[in-house]
């Protein structure tokens, strides 16, 4: 705001060289290349990093599962188990929810040896690839927190769904929140093959692609019922 409001002031040569030193900047942030040892086998489409209107989206929820917990929102625990180049940290603390835990480990090594972070939510934009949902769905059962889940559409016809959810009535209670816009996502450079990504949708946080319709698969439960979520979406608006 101050540069902008004493642009004017500028000579043309000083005008000059602040849009070459941002260009510069903007060119070396695009360019850069993300260099991430997974300690895990890992497919190539897997990484992408969710964008902020993704995280924007849900954010009343947070808010409001802070709410229902008596907490703060800032000491809301968040668990995001899978880790890409965790973009996720940044883009939640800026929401106002700092205490998030996403960190380049195995979630199964993790879970397989207890040690999962305590939380009060977990929220993730899982890999789809393999088995990944399955085993995910499964664990946020029998995990009995809330959960919201960053998926494509199509998951949610998938002969394992229901079973992982634990039955039919028990998927039931999963409500799923659509954006208006379809979501676009960020493949960090470096982190997939050149022939595998969009390079004319280039920008600071990779490559742009949106392959599949997606949306958050959530459940609030045993916290707030699918039922007295969706009262309260509605009376205040969202």
């Given at each position: 705001?101050?540069?902008?409001?004493?642009?004017?002031?500028?000579s043309?040569?000083?005008?000059?060289?602040?849009?070459?030193?941002?260009?510069?900047?903007?060119?070396?942030?695009v360019s850069?290349?993300?260099?991430i040892e997974?300690?895990?086998?890992?497919?190539?489409?897997?990484?992408?990093?969710?964008?902020p209107?993704?995280?924007?989206?849900?954010?009343?929820?947070?808010?409001?599962?802070?709410?229902?917990?008596?907490?703060a929102?800032?000491?809301?625990?968040?668990?995001?188990?899978?880790?890409?180049?965790?973009?996720?940290?940044?883009?939640?603390?800026?929401l106002?929810?700092?205490?998030?835990?996403?960190?380049?480990?195995?979630?199964?090594?993790?879970?397989?040896?207890?040690?999962?972070?305590?939380?009060?939510?977990?929220?993730?934009?899982?890999?789809?690839?393999?088995?990944?949902?399955?085993?995910l769905?499964?664990?946020?059962r029998?995990?009995?927190?809330?959960?919201l889940?960053?998926?494509p559409?199509?998951?949610?016809?998938?002969?394992?769904?229901?079973?992982a959810l634990?039955?039919?009535?028990?998927?039931?209670?999963?409500?799923?929140?659509?954006?208006?816009?379809?979501?676009?996502?960020?493949?960090?450079?470096?982190?997939?093959?050149?022939?595998?990504?969009?390079?004319?949708?280039?920008?600071?946080?990779?490559?742009?692609?949106?392959?599949?319709?997606?949306?958050?698969?959530?459940?609030l439960d045993?916290?707030?019922?699918?039922k007295?979520?969706?009262?309260?979406?509605?009376?205040?608006?969202?």
């Open positions: 705001k101050k540069l902008k409001a004493g642009w004017k002031g500028f043309k040569k000083e005008r000059a060289a602040i849009v070459e030193c941002d260009q510069k900047k903007m060119n070396a942030s850069a290349v993300v260099s997974h300690p895990f086998d890992a497919n190539d489409d897997d990484h992408c990093e969710t964008a209107e993704a995280y924007r989206d849900v954010a009343p929820i947070l808010h409001h599962i802070a709410t229902l917990l008596s907490k929102p800032k000491k809301l625990r968040i668990y995001d188990p899978f880790y890409c180049a965790g973009s996720v940290v940044k883009h939640l603390t800026e106002g929810f700092p205490q998030v835990y996403n960190k380049c480990e195995d979630f199964y090594d993790v879970v397989r040896d207890g040690r999962v972070p305590e939380h009060d939510v977990l929220l993730t934009n899982p890999p789809y690839s393999g088995d990944h949902v399955e085993q769905l499964r664990f946020c029998s995990n009995g927190k809330p959960f889940l960053l998926m559409n199509y998951f949610c016809a998938k002969d394992f769904y229901e079973e634990g039955g039919a009535a028990m998927a039931k209670k999963v409500l799923y929140l659509c954006p208006r816009k379809r979501y676009f996502y960020w493949t960090p450079k470096g982190l997939r093959k050149r022939g595998k990504v969009q390079t004319q949708h280039a920008g600071a946080g990779g490559n742009r692609t949106s392959p599949f319709i997606s949306f958050w698969f959530l459940d045993p916290l707030i019922s699918a007295a979520l969706l009262r309260w979406w509605q009376e205040n608006d969202q």
